[in-house]
């Protein structure tokens, strides 16, 4: 859990990146400096699916959060369903 909050942390202080994040303009495989460890790299997508899969990091906390960051950013936040909200409920719909 601790390892899921801390990557979650690390994504959630790139809020122009959460704010502009459009799922069509992603790569899964995508690295940039730091390392594939470094959550705040620069990798385009979040990598935290293994973290709610297993249960280590709560669906609805990173709703949340995701949420606060547009609160800041409103109104110039991507919108569902190509934002990170959009994608979180597809991905826990099915």
Not at 49 to 68: D, I, M, N, W
Not at 80 to 92: N, T
Request: overall charge positive.
């Amino acid at each position: 859990e601790g390892a899921a909050l801390r990557a979650m942390e690390a994504h959630l202080r790139r809020r122009d990146w959460i704010a502009s994040f459009e799922k069509p303009k992603t790569s899964p495989t995508e690295m940039l400096a730091g390392g594939p460890f470094d959550a705040g790299a620069g990798r385009s997508t979040t990598v935290l699916s293994p973290y709610l899969t297993f249960g280590c990091l709560s669906s609805r906390l990173l709703y949340e959060r995701v949420a606060a960051v547009y609160a800041e950013a409103a109104p110039r936040h991507s919108q569902p369903p190509v934002s990170l909200h959009g994608q979180l409920l597809w991905r826990e719909f099915y």
